[in-house]
């Protein structure tokens, strides 16, 4: 490739032989001639390509290379319908490489929607605590939640100066 990775590639192609006499007496052996074709075609292409380029555009790659082997077995009276890039294969120290790339990108997107969760999460108890601080019987409500929370934990709960008592108390633990 442009980037220097060695890669081996899969390629199929359907062909039919138009003019017999022309195929046998222009070459040697058509199918050999097809094959180098092929391989000449897709090595100039895809040399010109970096890796990545190569993975986001395989059809395009085809499309440019196809053309190429028409023309060429088209002079020999061979006609080239399909053309494939079936697999793009990379070495074993690229493929893990490749692999570690891909694993922190999607860690690094994980990051980002996490932060954003914790910040929207953040905001809402702000947003909370405001609607609280304004609406003293709101602030009450969630005051008994929390009782009935910790009453159905425990054994026994008492609690002093009835529930209006303690929120004032922790208002005064805080003051002081």
Do not use: W
């Amino acid at each position: 490739t442009k980037d220097r990775v060695t890669i081996r590639v899969n390629i199929a192609a359907e062909y039919r032989v138009l003019d017999p006499v022309k195929a046998v007496s222009a070459v040697k052996d058509f199918s050999e001639a097809l094959y180098r074709a092929l391989q000449y075609a897709f090595r100039k292409t895809l040399g010109a390509l970096t890796l990545d380029q190569i993975l986001e555009k395989k059809v395009t790659v085809d499309e440019e290379a196809a053309a190429k082997v028409r023309a060429d077995m088209a002079e020999i009276g061979v006609e080239v319908s399909d053309i494939a890039l079936k697999d793009v294969i990379l070495p074993g120290e690229m493929r893990e490489i490749l692999n570690q790339v891909v694993s922190a990108e999607k860690q690094a997107e994980a990051n980002v929607i996490r932060r954003r969760e914790e910040t929207n999460a953040t905001r809402s108890l702000l947003n909370t605590a405001k609607v609280m601080a304004e609406n003293p019987v709101m602030l009450r409500l969630k005051e008994l939640e929390a009782l009935e929370a910790i009453a159905g934990k425990v054994e026994r709960l008492t609690v002093h100066n009835g529930t209006g008592g303690l929120l004032n108390d922790l208002v005064k633990l805080r003051d002081s």
